[in-house]
């Protein structure tokens, strides 16, 4: 009969030894990333995804929900960041799972098999490697991105016009490297506001509240009024913040003051939001809006809705194209044919021509030029008779002006399938391609009457770019659409008479609508715009 004491010690000399054998399988990896812009050498900031052999974010050694080295904001605490709808995020990682960092990282992971994504921007190319990790093993891997294009060294620069984030001095440092990371030149970082009160608050406007490194620059901005029943709107590059609670919907009179004060105005959304159609027509043909956020992930029909922004055009009124994220809140998903993605900072973007130097001042007066294109991927150029987006051409009844249009992309990463040269609303040449890089339109266009001429194209899935027109007149005129001009200015009626119903019919148990208790000024604005409507019925007589 076998001794018990022997049995019970060679079991548990047994049990040690598996236990031995398993700590020695899983003992944790280590794994050092450093990621290189490979036209400079150096470091870069990126943004990066990790996932296991599942598809899923790993846990990092003591479970960390990302590396040490990524890059929370602020840096100090990730958890007094606040979000959406008011909630705290420290947004150490993105809605997708991945994290910025400044050029490297280093982690411990169990061992297993790893995917790797790195990338920045839209001009770099993405890289997706796989990563074998050994228990216990240290495993040191160098990436360099390259660039399919670089359109600093055209002139060209990117922006954001729709970030949220709270902001101290302190956090600039850490939100700069996102911007970076994301390959944005300039990030419009907004204050919100409603009726109540205001959210994302920055600490300073004008030059006190900018912040720039290199070639990266943050800058305040307000993304208020904001209502539901005329729209929200934006104001960059302003000396200061603009609110009027005593008057909240009157946009022109913020308009004007944030003019003042060196700013642009706009509207948010492509309009399709929050009826902002409405308050387009009150603003837009009195003269008080310069753009249109034109390119989102926000509504079912974007992320390029043109439908207000040619009502405007056709109907003769200058608006420049912009475009932005609306970080947190819209993102890449199913309702555009793509995995959903969340929210992500310059996935919607504009570029401005700002030539030669780059600086704030200097790109700030390009836009108010109207020298952008906005895009989701590819880049689409255009110019007539030599002259850039954003102005006007002006020649003799039935000269010819010389259109040119190229759209660039990548076969992999934006692969081009159509380019358009577009006037009036309608596509006046077209070339297709299948997935390839380079497409090229020329036209020689006989004008006899004024017409704005813009440029668009589309890529892979949900990838597409249009430019702001360059506007051709006929000795000094106008360039409004004469085919289109009664059925805007039919269109433009019914959105005054659905503000009149609003206020008709409050919503007293919503109180994000305040139409009603803001009567007055709406009806003087209604009226103003209806005598400008006249006027234009007359002029297309």
């Not at 770099?124 to 891997?141: D, E, H, M, P, S």
């Not at 920055?202 to 208020?224: D, H, I, M, T, W």
């Not at 003769?316 to 994220?325: E, F, N, P, R, V």
């Not at 890529?459 to 051709?472: D, E, N």
Request: with cysteine; net charge neutral; aromatic share 10%.
């Amino acid at each position: 009969m076998p001794n018990k004491r022997y049995l019970r010690t060679g079991i548990t000399a047994g049990f040690l030894f598996a236990a031995l054998c398993a700590a020695q399988l899983t003992r944790p990896a280590r794994l050092s990333v450093r990621i290189y812009d490979a036209g400079t050498g150096r470091l870069t900031p990126v943004r990066v995804r990790l996932q296991d052999s599942y598809g899923n974010r790993p846990r990092t050694q003591g479970a960390a929900p990302a590396p040490e080295s990524a890059i929370p904001i602020p840096k100090q605490s990730i958890a007094v960041m606040w979000g959406q709808q008011d909630r705290a995020q420290g947004y150490l990682l993105q809605p997708d799972g991945s994290f910025y960092v400044d050029g490297s990282f280093d982690v411990s992971l169990p061992p297993g098999d790893y995917t790797l994504t790195v990338s920045k921007g839209t001009e770099y190319l993405q890289q997706t490697n796989t990563i074998v990790l050994k228990a216990g093993q240290n495993v040191a891997r160098d990436y360099r991105l390259q660039r399919w294009i670089n359109m600093p060294e055209r002139g060209w620069y990117s922006a954001d016009d729709h970030i949220h984030l709270t902001r101290s001095p302190k956090d600039d440092p850490a939100i700069l490297r996102w911007i970076a990371a994301e390959d944005i030149h300039v990030g419009n970082i907004l204050e919100m506001g409603d009726f109540w009160a205001t959210y994302f608050t920055q600490y300073a406007f004008g030059p006190k509240g900018r912040y720039q490194e290199s070639k990266y620059v943050l800058s305040p901005g307000q993304e208020e009024p904001r209502t539901q029943e005329i729209g929200h709107t934006i104001s960059l590059g302003a000396s200061a913040f603009v609110r009027n609670t005593r008057d909240y919907y009157s946009f022109g009179r913020l308009f004007d003051r944030v003019h003042a004060l060196g700013g642009l105005t706009g509207f948010a959304h492509q309009g399709m939001s929050f009826h902002g159609y409405r308050g387009m027509v009150l603003n837009v043909l009195r003269g008080k809006v310069d753009f249109l956020e034109l390119c989102q992930f926000c509504v079912p029909e974007g992320p390029l809705a043109l439908d207000h922004y040619y009502h405007f055009l056709d109907l003769g009124y200058k608006l420049t194209a912009l475009a932005g994220s609306d970080f947190p809140w819209c993102g890449k998903g199913p309702q555009y044919g793509l995995p959903e993605q969340g929210a992500q900072i310059g996935n919607a973007r504009f570029y401005t021509y700002v030539g030669g130097e780059f600086t704030f001042e200097r790109w700030l007066s390009a836009v108010k030029a109207g020298h952008t294109f906005v895009t989701t991927g590819p880049v689409v150029l255009l110019k007539v008779n030599g002259q850039l987006p954003g102005e006007t051409v002006d020649v003799a009844p039935g000269e010819t002006v010389h259109v040119t249009a190229e759209a660039l992309g990548q076969r992999e990463q934006e692969p081009l399938r159509s380019l358009e040269i577009v006037g009036h609303g309608k596509v006046l040449k077209r070339v297709e391609g299948d997935g390839v890089g380079r497409l090229a339109v020329d036209l020689d266009l006989p004008v006899e009457h004024g017409m704005w001429i813009a440029a668009k194209c589309e890529a892979g899935k949900a990838q597409v770019a249009h430019t702001t027109p360059v506007y051709v007149t006929v000795n000094g005129g106008g360039f409004f659409n004469p085919a289109t001009a009664p059925h805007y200015l039919e269109l433009s009626e019914r959105y005054l008479e659905e503000i009149e119903q609003e206020m008709a019919n409050p919503s007293s148990r919503n109180l994000d609508y305040q139409a009603a208790r803001n009567r007055v000024q709406l009806e003087q604005q209604i009226a103003e715009a209806r005598r400008i409507l006249k006027q234009l019925a007359e002029r297309d007589k």
